[in-house]
């Protein structure tokens, strides 16, 4: 019997922040200082400083991406458990957390998602969605996300099936409320292929989850 499945991999979800850099010759720059000649003076709102990741400084913090291991360097497993125990050392032992394991959550049955090293688009593997006609709706979920309301998200996603009969949904879960569709991806191909998606939520939402 044929199975069905469908790939993931390198998904993103962000504010959008771009810039563009130049780049010149060293050699070729040159800088000349006249310090009896004053310009513009600086804004006091422009400064500068030496930054580390530091708590949620960073990532959590200034940080644009909102999703946790984006390229699935852990496996997803059943074995939920991405922050450890309040008993680890200092960094999980308040709100202060990093990762020691995925944040994705299977849905479905524990076989719903297994993890595959042929052929990964990145790194060392790629989760793969095992489809059955038993369950409706199979995949993964990512918590703890917070969308204000009125605000664009953009994201991307890169997806491969089995099959173009396979259709993919991406949703938001608000707690305790009524699932809002983000997307929506048919006629997918066995190759990866890029998706993309734009989200505006009409609420602030907190501790909402992305499904897919």
């Given at each position: 019997?044929?199975?069905?499945?469908?790939?993931?991999?390198?998904?993103?979800?962000?504010?959008?922040?771009?810039?563009?850099?130049?780049?010149?010759?060293?050699?070729?720059?040159?800088?000349?200082?006249?310090?009896?000649?004053?310009?513009?003076?600086?804004?006091?709102?422009?400064?500068?400083?030496?930054?580390?990741?530091?708590?949620?400084?960073?990532?959590?913090?200034?940080?644009?991406?909102?999703?946790?291991?984006?390229?699935f360097?852990?496996?997803?497993?059943?074995?939920?458990?991405p922050?450890?125990?309040?008993?680890?050392?200092?960094?999980?032992?308040?709100?202060?957390?990093?990762?020691?394991?995925?944040?994705?959550?299977?849905?479905?049955?524990?076989?719903?998602?297994?993890?595959?090293?042929?052929?990964?688009?990145?790194?060392?593997h790629?989760?793969?969605?095992?489809?059955?006609?038993?369950?409706?709706?199979?995949?993964?979920?990512?918590?703890?996300?917070?969308?204000?309301?009125?605000?664009?998200?953009?994201?991307?996603?890169?997806?491969?099936?089995?099959?173009?009969?396979?259709?993919?949904?991406?949703?938001?879960?608000?707690?305790?409320?009524?699932?809002?569709?983000?997307?929506?991806?048919?006629?997918?191909?066995?190759?990866?292929?890029?998706?993309?998606?734009?989200f505006?939520?009409?609420?602030?939402?907190?501790?909402?989850?992305?499904?897919?």
């Amino acid at each position: 019997m044929k199975r069905s499945y469908f790939l993931i991999t390198l998904l993103s979800l962000n504010l959008s922040i771009g810039c563009q850099q130049g780049q010149k010759n060293v050699s070729e720059n040159k800088v000349t200082i006249d310090p009896g000649k004053a310009s513009t003076p600086i804004s006091p709102l422009i400064y500068g400083q030496f930054i580390e990741h530091l708590g949620r400084c960073i990532y959590g913090g200034i940080w644009a991406e909102m999703l946790e291991d984006r390229k699935f360097y852990y496996p997803i497993t059943a074995d939920y458990n991405p922050w450890g125990t309040s008993s680890d050392p200092f960094w999980n032992a308040g709100e202060f957390r990093i990762l020691v394991a995925s944040p994705w959550k299977i849905i479905g049955s524990p076989e719903a998602v297994t993890m595959t090293a042929r052929n990964p688009f990145v790194g060392e593997h790629d989760p793969v969605v095992n489809l059955i006609q038993e369950e409706k709706e199979r995949g993964i979920g990512q918590e703890g996300l917070v969308f204000e309301a009125n605000r664009e998200y953009t994201g991307s996603i890169y997806l491969a099936a089995s099959s173009t009969d396979i259709t993919v949904k991406l949703r938001v879960i608000p707690t305790n409320n009524d699932p809002i569709p983000m997307a929506e991806y048919t006629g997918l191909k066995n190759e990866y292929g890029r998706y993309e998606f734009k989200f505006i939520s009409h609420e602030d939402l907190d501790e909402a989850s992305l499904d897919i």
